[in-house]
């Protein structure tokens, strides 16, 4: 005789796949800095509260339709509605339009400080164009990446090229919006060393879905030889088949590999690439094997992408421009 499976309710399961999105690097539940961990209480306050308002409201519908008829005679009265349907959502919403604006205080007071970590982030179509301030003016460009140092506020300045986009990094900071024509700035710090991920979360178009990147929190030692390693220009190839492919196909006219002629600026800076932790903004590990995949495929790999196609090279060419791009560490 068989024994029946135990099944799982949609309701249930519904509910475990949205806790299942709440972990990892991506979630918004992980409070790894001070303005992060106050997102975090008011999101527990919000879903709590809003879990025990609607059994109120639920266990007030059963009152109305079969309670005592003292009961529901109460729920009629003027004073009950005045209190119920005016005061507390009035003194709710207040107080946490309050406790919000005393979260963008912590990350704006952070900022003060005369260390603070300035990097400019600009939204592109489909990836992120990240550039390092440095104390003598000069800036230092990567993409689709950020390092910061623990203990250390940062104020990340943020815009666009193009349309509406929107940086998302829940594990240290809130969402904000990207808008032509504005500048707007993120302030947060990281409590300790670890690698999250963050994401478009405005719908940008064809690959939005498809724009992530990383931010790997550094011990300031580490965070400063990282940074002298990333200002310097890319180390000479020494005739690697690799770089002329790279230079006679065209890539630099859209790339920059500093130290080399190649100065284009429509597509990400790829000086450092090789030390990256992903390639195509998030979706690739950073392998050999995968920049083949991306030069070969990007299309496929992330439609509607604005690279130009790249398909015709041979299997060694494709080798040999993939081993010199990953070791542009």
Not at 17 to 37: I, K, N
Not at 173 to 179: P, R, T
Not at 217 to 245: F, I, N, S, T, V
Request: with cysteine.
């Amino acid at each position: 005789m068989k024994t029946a499976r135990p099944r799982l309710s949609p309701f249930v399961a519904l509910t475990l796949l949205t806790l299942a999105g709440c972990d990892g690097e991506q979630s918004a539940f992980a409070g790894l800095g001070p303005v992060s961990s106050r997102i975090t209480l008011l999101t527990w306050i919000m879903f709590i509260a809003a879990a025990l308002i609607t059994v109120f409201i639920c266990l007030l519908l059963f009152v109305a339709i079969a309670g005592p008829a003292d009961w529901r005679r109460k729920l009629t009265q003027v004073k009950t509605v005045v209190l119920g349907g005016i005061v507390f959502p009035v003194v709710t919403l207040s107080a946490l339009l309050i406790y919000g604006f005393s979260i963008l205080r912590v990350g704006e007071n952070l900022v003060q400080a005369e260390n603070a970590l300035r990097i400019s982030v600009v939204g592109e179509r489909w990836w992120w164009r990240v550039s390092y301030r440095h104390d003598d003016g000069h800036t230092t460009e990567a993409a689709n990446e950020i390092r910061i140092p623990t203990g250390r506020p940062v104020e990340i300045e943020l815009s666009t090229a193009d349309v509406i986009h929107s940086f998302w990094l829940p594990a240290y900071a809130g969402k904000v919006d990207m808008i032509p024509g504005r500048i707007n700035r993120l302030h947060f710090s990281a409590d300790k060393p670890g690698i999250v991920r963050g994401q478009c979360a405005e719908y940008c178009g064809g690959a939005h879905a498809l724009m992530a990147f990383y931010a790997v929190a550094m011990p300031p030692d580490d965070y400063d030889a990282w940074l002298a390693r990333e200002k310097a220009d890319a180390k000479p190839a020494r005739g690697h088949a690799g770089e002329q492919l790279f230079l006679t196909s065209g890539c630099g006219g859209c790339h920059t590999v500093r130290g080399t002629r190649a100065d284009g600026k429509e597509g990400p800076d790829l000086t450092h690439v090789g030390g990256r932790l992903s390639i195509g903004a998030g979706i690739l590990p950073n392998t050999p094997e995968s920049f083949g995949r991306w030069i070969s495929r990007h299309q496929q790999l992330k439609p509607e992408n604005l690279m130009l196609p790249y398909d015709f090279f041979t299997e060694s060419e494709l080798q040999a421009l993939s081993a010199y791009l990953k070791s542009l560490e």
